[in-house]
């Protein structure tokens, strides 16, 4: 076999080791985050005054997991979509992809436990 082509077939051979490796790597190793934590959050009336501020003057959460009236300045939430999501954030918002807001109501994450819940919003996930 002439120099050349062990070459060539060198280089065939350790791409494709790398690519299996990635692969398994991303396929078995990702998403790389903790198990949910086993939490329980009482609800009480001040908590429930302290979300519903956060999530709706600080954190922006409703801004983006609403439907928002595009034609209107400010682009505000329509009324009644308030934790429903649907807004789509895509390539021409320079996103890397498309990506929908989710419901974030007791509809969308009614089955959901309190740690995953916290899980979702404090640590970066694969899709
Ligand atoms: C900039 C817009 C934006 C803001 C602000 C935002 N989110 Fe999100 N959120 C999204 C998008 C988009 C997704 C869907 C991501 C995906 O599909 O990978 C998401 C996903 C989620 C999920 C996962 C739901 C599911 O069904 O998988 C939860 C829970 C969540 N957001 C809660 C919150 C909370 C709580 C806040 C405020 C602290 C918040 N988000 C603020 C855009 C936003």
């Known amino acids: ?46 908590r429930v005054a302290r979300g519903e501020y956060l999530a709706n003057h600080v954190c922006a959460c409703m801004d983006c997991h609403s439907t928002r009236d595009w034609n209107t300045f400010t682009a505000p939430p329509k009324p009644g979509t308030a934790g429903a999501g649907g807004e789509v954030f895509d390539r021409t918002m320079n996103f890397p992809g498309r990506f929908v807001s989710r419901n974030i109501t007791p509809h969308g994450l009614g089955d959901w436990s309190d740690g995953e819940i916290y899980r979702a919003i404090t640590q970066w996930r694969e899709p």
């Open 1 to 46: 076999m002439n120099r050349l082509l062990k070459i060539v077939l060198y280089l065939v051979l350790i791409a494709l080791v790398v690519i299996v490796g990635a692969i398994t790597y991303v396929s078995t190793a990702l998403p790389n985050i903790d198990a949910p934590k086993d939490l329980k959050v009482e609800v009480t009336p001040e």
